[in-house]
């Protein structure tokens, strides 16, 4: 069964420029998760959708980060511009969308940001 | 206080030897709890789950909960150098009305030959 994907697997872009991250879950996990994890911390949720609708987005910096989800598949994360704080690893993760605790999530091989 | 804490490490321990990694949350009502391993540069893979009080067990690896204490460990026996990795903490936690996983740091464990 074939993991998470995310592309690219770096990028590396001056600051104030746009930069767009593309992932696609497992086959049949109805719910997708976005992550940034920066250097030496834990992953960090921005966005979480159920489906095509995002649920939980509280954690998304909106004034330049967006998301979408089309057809309740693959989705894109974008920002617009980036700024140098916005290094990092992006993760993207999947789950079935089992309701309660029993959800487990599964990450792909992220993207990392550099942004000069 | 963070939600969930781990010592940030480094564990060294020798090729062999059980290595003991701990972490606390706060949230009361957590139910699920989540050990993850994330080798430098690559992204985090699932080694356990645990959802009850007590042990589970996976091979050389053992999830122990204590919902009491707001404590949960993760045991790894006859440790080996491919163990070398960081290890993420994650509990399920209900923020602003949403269950999110929340990690911790990670702890950095190191198994030397």
């Known amino acids: 069964e074939a993991g998470v994907v995310q592309s690219p697997r770096y990028k590396i872009i001056e600051k104030k420029q746009p930069v767009a991250f593309w992932c696609n879950p497992i086959s049949g996990h109805n719910t997708l998760y976005w992550y940034r ?3 030496g911390q834990g992953p960090e949720l921005l966005i979480r959708y159920e489906n095509e609708e995002a649920v939980d987005d509280s954690q998304l910096p909106k004034d330049r980060f967006s998301a979408e989800r089309l057809k309740g598949v693959d989705s894109t994360l974008k920002i617009q511009p980036a700024e140098l704080g916005d290094s990092a690893v992006y993760l993207c993760a999947s ?3 089992l309701a309660g605790a029993l959800d487990t999530q599964y990450f792909g091989p992220g993207t990392r940001l550099t942004v000069l | 206080q963070k939600e969930v804490e781990q010592n940030s490490g480094p564990l060294s321990v020798p090729e062999g030897a059980i290595a003991s990694l701990n972490c606390t949350y706060s949230d009361r009502v957590s139910q699920s709890f989540f050990w993850y391993r994330q080798y430098s540069g690559k992204s985090p893979e699932l080694i356990m789950s645990i959802y009850s009080n007590g042990d589970k067990e996976d091979g050389r690896f053992t999830a122990q909960l ?3 204490s707001q404590y949960v460990s993760l045991l790894i026996r006859d440790s080996q150098p491919s163990d070398s990795a960081t290890y993420l903490c994650a509990v399920n936690i209900k923020n602003t009305g949403f269950q999110k ?6 702890t950095r464990l190191l198994v030397s030959p």
């Open chain 2, 66 to 68: 204590n919902k009491a």
């Open chain 1, 95 to 97: 789950s079935l969308g």
């Open chain 1, 37 to 39: 994890q920066n250097l």
């Open chain 2, 101 to 106: 996983l929340v990690f911790g740091t990670g």
